[in-house]
């Protein structure tokens, strides 16, 4: 969706170590899309589902990741926030700084921060892939940190799915105990922190 708004503002897409750049202008588009387009088609996606989602906005702070070489784009500094058990939350990945600044946090990198915080055991990574794949482009049922890497240095996994894996398995390091990534629950890629056969 943001890419769509981005080609039709005609403005360039940048990504850095798998990260959209984010200047001033492309959080303007984020902004409008994310307000405009996201938040109403998951509420129309989790109502047809019979679901309430509670959107998170406050009681979680970010700060800038490097300016620099990033833009505005941030990471999880403090979460404040308490859960309810049988409530269905949603934080989208515009987050404003103690300063009140907003940045784009990547959601990958809000997924761990928030296993983190509440010491989740299973967390699912959704794409819009069946999985992490292979060389042949195959799905992988299952994939340990020594695979991953072998994948990631013959740049077999590249850019986002990048980011994801690095975000789970530091999750799995902190004692998450089941990951997955895949287009639903039910298959794609589990992630195994021992020797994979």
């Not at 996994?157 to 639903?184: S, Y």
């Amino acid at each position: 969706m943001v890419d769509d708004a981005l080609a039709h503002a005609k403005l360039p897409v940048k990504k850095v170590a798998g990260l959209r750049y984010t200047d001033e202008a492309t959080l303007k588009v984020m902004v409008n899309v994310v307000q405009t387009q996201v938040w109403p088609m998951l509420h129309h996606v989790l109502g047809q589902a019979h679901l309430s989602p509670t959107r998170l906005t406050d009681g979680v702070v970010a700060k800038i990741k490097d300016a620099g070489k990033f833009g505005a784009v941030g990471e999880i500094d403090s979460i404040t926030t308490t859960l309810m058990a049988g409530q269905l939350y949603v934080i989208g990945p515009l987050v404003s700084s103690a300063q009140g600044e907003l940045l784009n946090v990547n959601a990958d990198e809000i997924a761990l921060a928030f296993a983190r915080h509440f010491k989740a055991d299973t967390l699912y990574f959704l794409t819009d892939v069946a999985g992490v794949l292979d060389q042949n482009q195959q799905v992988m049922s299952k994939l340990s940190p020594k695979v991953a890497a072998t994948l990631m240095s013959q740049e077999v996994v590249t850019g986002g799915m990048f980011i994801k894996l690095q975000a789970a398995f530091m999750a799995m390091q902190l004692g998450v105990q089941k990951i997955q990534m895949g287009r639903d629950f039910q298959v794609g890629t589990k992630l195994v922190l021992g020797d994979q056969e």
